[in-house]
């Protein structure tokens, strides 16, 4: 099914479920070349979920700030490229809300394990900010926390479980949004972990 969750915002529904068992042997094998880690936040903080990307860029943060780079810098090598099916996915999902010819130049790629979460915040990295944000959820649900334009806007709750598909674009593109700490349990392909993709087109 498909829900308008807001002006630009789409979800859709377990648009990725039949797809699952084929995108997690694709991140198994981008993270046997780029590991997930924890990033430290600009402030110093270590993230509670771990990160890795695939694509010609990926998103890093370190003491120095957040940017977009083709280096993975614990390995000096480039990121792993974005897999056909990466790509087929997030266009066919980005078309669904209207964005036609979306081709993502950056997947970031979130492992959460249950007590870790992201705190409110907006993606404003990408250079170009009509292309929409495409996300993909795998494993435990997890509790998105989806905010306004303004930091103390107060924030709805939606439920995002394995297989569902969002398009962030248009107004929503720069809302405030997080997840709040993923709750303690087992996924059948999963186990202990929600993994979520984000791609982006960044340059
Ligand atoms: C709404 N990730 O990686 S995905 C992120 O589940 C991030 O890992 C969360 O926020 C996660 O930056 C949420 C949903 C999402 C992603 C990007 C957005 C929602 C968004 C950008 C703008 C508005
Ligand atoms: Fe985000």
């Known amino acids: 099914g498909r829900e308008a969750l807001a002006p630009g915002a789409l979800v859709l529904r377990g648009f990725a479920r039949n797809q699952a068992e084929g995108l997690v042997a694709e991140i198994d094998a981008i993270c046997a070349r780029a590991p997930f880690r924890h990033m430290l936040t600009p402030g110093g903080q270590r993230m509670s979920a771990a990160m890795t990307n695939c694509g010609p860029l990926g998103w890093v943060s370190d003491r120095r700030g957040y940017r977009y780079q083709a280096v993975d810098p614990d390995s000096g090598k480039p990121w792993p490229p974005m897999p056909g099916a990466f790509l087929r996915l997030a266009a066919d999902a980005a078309a669904e809300a209207g964005f036609a010819g979306f081709v993502p130049d950056a997947c970031l790629i979130n492992r959460y394990e249950p007590g870790a979460r992201m705190s409110l915040h907006q993606d404003r990295d ?61 996924h059948a392909l999963l186990g202990r972990q929600r993994i979520n993709l984000t791609f982006r087109k960044t340059a």
């Open 126 to 186: 990408e250079r170009d900010l009509s292309a929409p944000i495409v996300s993909v959820s795998l494993g435990l649900p997890a509790i998105f926390l989806f905010g306004g334009p303004n930091r103390s806007d107060r924030a709805e709750r939606v439920l995002l479980l394995h297989g569902d598909v969002v398009v962030w674009g248009g107004p929503s593109r720069l809302r405030f949004h997080g997840i709040l700490p993923v709750k303690e349990g087992a």
